[in-house]
């Protein structure tokens, strides 16, 4: 994996003085791979995951951003066994989401619609709801979210208003994954 740090969320009236990554030659964004900042050595994934908390993942179709989640998703789970028997209430616990399916989803925030997701496909037991989005307002879960691409122009602006709601009321405490297209990806949703 390779780590651009600090990626624009939008087009601004920046001097090519101020350009030092080189993303508006032409006020256009570059891709990874043109931008002479990220000329580093490719880390391990579990090393970067470990290390930033919240992460946009862009690669191509077929390079693997689905199967990323689900690894991800397994790893965590893993983790979060192993420590199971010391504090299950302090235990994070990952959360894979379509973003196509979660924006969908009724709710007035991002807990609530992740948790009628999940027991709308009978991933969690309805007497569960209530601790389960507590769980996920508490920064107790790492949300991952894939497909970020595949949304229509309409549901990317409330998607984003959910992340970005949802990682202001924890700051530093919220942990997320998002992948895209590097096509289909137009600003952070964080």
Do not use: N
């Not at 601004?12 to 032409?26: L, N, P, R």
């Amino acid at each position: 994996v390779r780590v651009s740090d600090g990626v624009r969320s939008a087009l601004t009236d920046t001097s090519a003085a101020e350009d030092s990554g080189g993303q508006m030659a032409g006020r256009a964004y570059r891709l990874p791979v043109e931008r002479a900042c990220d000329g580093g050595p490719p880390e391990p994934w579990p090393k970067v995951a470990a290390e930033h908390r919240k992460l946009v993942v862009l690669a191509d179709p077929g390079l693997g951003k689905s199967w990323l989640v689900r690894t991800e998703t397994h790893r965590l789970c893993q983790e979060a066994l192993a420590y199971c028997h010391d504090d299950i209430e302090a235990m994070t616990v990952p959360v894979p989401l379509r973003c196509d399916q979660l924006v969908t989803e009724p709710g007035h925030d991002l807990a609530d619609k992740a948790v009628a997701h999940l027991v709308a496909q009978q991933l969690l037991p309805e007497r569960s709801r209530a601790g389960f989005a507590a769980k996920l307002r508490a920064g107790q879960a790492v949300l991952l979210l894939d497909a970020l691409d595949e949304l229509t122009t309409d549901q990317k602006g409330p998607l984003r208003q959910l992340v970005q709601s949802w990682a202001d009321q924890l700051g530093e405490g919220a942990r997320c994954v998002i992948t895209s297209r590097i096509a289909g990806y137009t600003e952070a949703p964080l």
